[in-house]
Every structure is written in structure tokens, then in C-alpha cells.
């Protein structure tokens, strides 16, 4: 008890008020966000309306170095790393002439409290699951151009993403991250031999992904009923009454879809909200 006592008063005034806040936000986190919000503000400082800062990195990175291609986004503190790693496969017999694009996400316990070792989690699913949808809708890339010889052989295109640091907003993030990445894959020339039955790769000729399409999402959150965050962080989202996701292709501006969990938000405010938002991530992308 006397430890504790010394060490607090050793604080200068300014620790000892940033310690009360932080225990204060901890023990009612609705209210602290309440007194921020009605000052207009939030509390890492930005405006209700306001976006987080956005990088993308396509460099070779660490671990995935060896991956067809890489990429890492931060979103704010929130960080996913993304490679694609390409194997061949024979195709699905109700589609001879189509090649596979699997994304997944993990989310593993370094990169938050609020999961634990083990299986993945059903949000990592959830989200998974999402990812997919907003490829697929976005028709980002044509599966045709995955087959290598029709019902013989087509490319699978493995997009795994890892969140290595949790603040909100991972979906965002991780669609960026992915789309990042495939525009940076480029695949080994490849020739399927009728008599051997068998794939040749010639690793010295690559090409690159025939992109058509680059998906882009923004995500908003609905406060108290009446209050509209953008990009919440991992603080803000479990007091959120719903979310809604526009994503958009970055390059036309086509809606491609639109995602609300819950009720009471605007969605045509939101839509032009991202259309907004949409230029400076199509200056990144």
C-alpha cells in the first residue's frame, strides 16, 4: 500500500491527471466519450468527421519476402500486413476456366487484449468472410485470368492478412492492405504440359495481376443514436449502437457496396461522405 502511495505521489500533476483519466476511461468508457463528445472532439483529438492517417508500404517486407506480393497499411495505430502467395491447383469441375482468389485474416493475440491464443476467432471469420464478399463484388480481378489450361490447371491466389497492431477500424485496413498487395503479385509464366500432365514455371518471366478494379472501404459508427463517428478506433467501437461500411472503387467512384450492421444511420450522408474521402485513397492506391 505504501508503495503504491510513494509511486503516485511521485508523479508530476500533469501524470497524476493523465493516470486519473486513463482509470476514469477504463471504468466508465461511455461517459468519457460522451464529456469529449459533446466538445465536438474525440479523444485521440480529431474531429467527429475526421480520418485517420493512411501509409502503404509494397515493399518487400520481413518475413513475407518471399510471398508474390506484399503489403503493409496503417490505418491510424491499427496495422495489417498482407502477402499473396500463389500455388497451382486444378480447377473446380463447374468452372474449368476460372483460377481462385482466397483472402483471409487473422487476428492473433499480439496484436490486441482482446484476443487470446487459440483458433481463429469468429470476428477474424466475420471479417474474413467480408473481405471475400468486397473482392468479389468489386470484381477487382478476373478469375479467367487465374486458369493456366481449362480443367487442367489454374493459379490459387492465397491473400493472408495479419493484424500485428488492433485500433479499430481492421476491415478498412485490411481491404486496403489486400488490394495493395495484389497489385503488387506478379506470377511466373506458366505452361501446362499435355503429355506429362504436369505445370512448368519460369520464374525468370513474370507478369502482374491484371487489376481491374481497386476497392477501397469507409467505415462509420453511430454513437448514442444521434451521433456520427468516422473511422472509429478500438476504443469508440464496442459503445457504437451500429456501423455502416461504403466501399467504392478509388479510381471511378462506382458504388460497390454498402454494409450496416444496426439501424439509424444516414446512408446517403455516408456515401458522400466517402466520395470525399475517396481521392486521397486513390492518390495512396
Known sequence: MSTTTTTTASLTPAEQEALKASIFQRLHPRVYLERFISENIRPDARQLDAWRDV??????????????GSALVRLGNTTVVCGVKAEIAEPELDRPGEGFLVPNLDLPAMCSPKFKP???????????DRLNE?????????????????????WVLYVDATCINYDGNVFDATLLAMVAALKNTKLPQANFDEETGRTICTRSV??????????????????????????????????????????????????????????????QHCIQAAEQRRPALAELM
Open 55 to 68: 501509409s502503404i508500404n509494397v515493399e518487400k517486407i520481413g518475413s513475407i519476402s518471399t510471398a508474390n
Open 118 to 128: 487459440g483458433p481463429p476467432t469468429e470476428e477474424a471469420q466475420v471479417l474474413s
Open 134 to 154: 468486397a473482392l468479389i463484388a468489386s470484381n477487382i480481378l478476373s478469375l479467367s485470368s487465374l486458369c493456366i489450361r481449362s480443367g487442367k490447371a489454374a
Open 206 to 267: 513474370s507478369a502482374p495481376l491484371n487489376i481491374t478494379c481497386t476497392p477501397v472501404a469507409m467505415s462509420f459508427g453511430l454513437f448514442d443514436s444521434t451521433t456520427l463517428l468516422t473511422d472509429p478506433t478500438a476504443f469508440e467501437e464496442p459503445l457504437l449502437d451500429s456501423t455502416l461500411t461504403v466501399v467504392v472503387d478509388s479510381v471511378s467512384g462506382a458504388l460497390i457496396s454498402v454494409t450496416q450492421l444496426g439501424a439509424g444511420i444516414d446512408v
